[in-house]
């Protein structure tokens, strides 16, 4: 994954290989999220040119905790919009449990009827004091054939 485009939000990043052996082998660059003293600390990127009006996004993204072995703790996506110097809006997008040594699969869908001036999607959770790993993040459109489908089925 890296961190090309992805920023702290008041934490710190770095990234690192990663390898297994075993029945499955990976290998790659990795996120790490630490030094966090609040739950939303964690990684974000700005997505507000990438977004069309009145479309429906998958979220899928990779993630584990890191820390004590019995570790099972949250991790959510989420979007934060601003406009016009207001308040920002947050959109909860996905949770997932996830746990030492597995990567979990976060999963879920956003729809926005108008975009706004800044969209932001970050990754955040789980408590203070607790680091966690992103492998991948993937955000695309849901094709209307594949949704159709979908309902129909």
Same mark, same amino acid.
């Given at each position: 994954? =890296? ?6 939000? $008041?934490?710190?990043? $770095?990234?690192? $290989? ?9 290998? =790659? #660059? ?12 964690? #990684? ?7 977004? +069309?009006? @009145? ?6 993204? $990779? ?13 959510? %996506?989420? *979007?934060? #919009? ?8 947050? *959109?909860?997008?996905?949770? !997932? @449990?996830?746990? !030492? =040594? @597995?990567?979990?699969?976060?999963? =879920?869908?956003?729809? *926005?009827? !108008?975009?706004?001036?800044? %969209?932001?999607?970050? #990754? ?23 949704? +159709?489908?979908?309902? %129909?089925?």
């Amino acid at each position: 994954m =890296g961190l090309n485009g992805w920023f702290p939000n $008041s934490c710190i990043a $770095s990234t690192y $290989s990663f390898s297994t052996e075993g029945s499955k082998i990976e290998l =790659g #660059l990795h996120a790490l999220v630490s030094n966090r003293t609040d739950y939303w600390q964690g #990684l974000e990127q700005d997505i507000t040119t990438r977004l +069309m009006p @009145k479309v429906q996004y998958k979220i899928l993204a $990779s993630v584990r905790v890191e820390g004590s072995p019995q570790s099972i703790h949250s991790v959510m %996506a989420t *979007l934060r #919009l601003e406009n016009n110097n207001a308040s920002p809006n947050f *959109l909860s997008l996905a949770r !997932v @449990k996830a746990s !030492v =040594g @597995k990567w979990e699969q976060l999963m =879920g869908t956003f729809y *926005l009827e !108008v975009i706004p001036e800044r %969209a932001v999607f970050y #990754l955040e959770g789980p408590p203070a004091g607790f680091n966690f790993s992103i492998r991948s993040v993937e955000i695309y459109p849901v094709s209307k054939s594949i949704s +159709m489908e979908s309902v %129909a089925q």
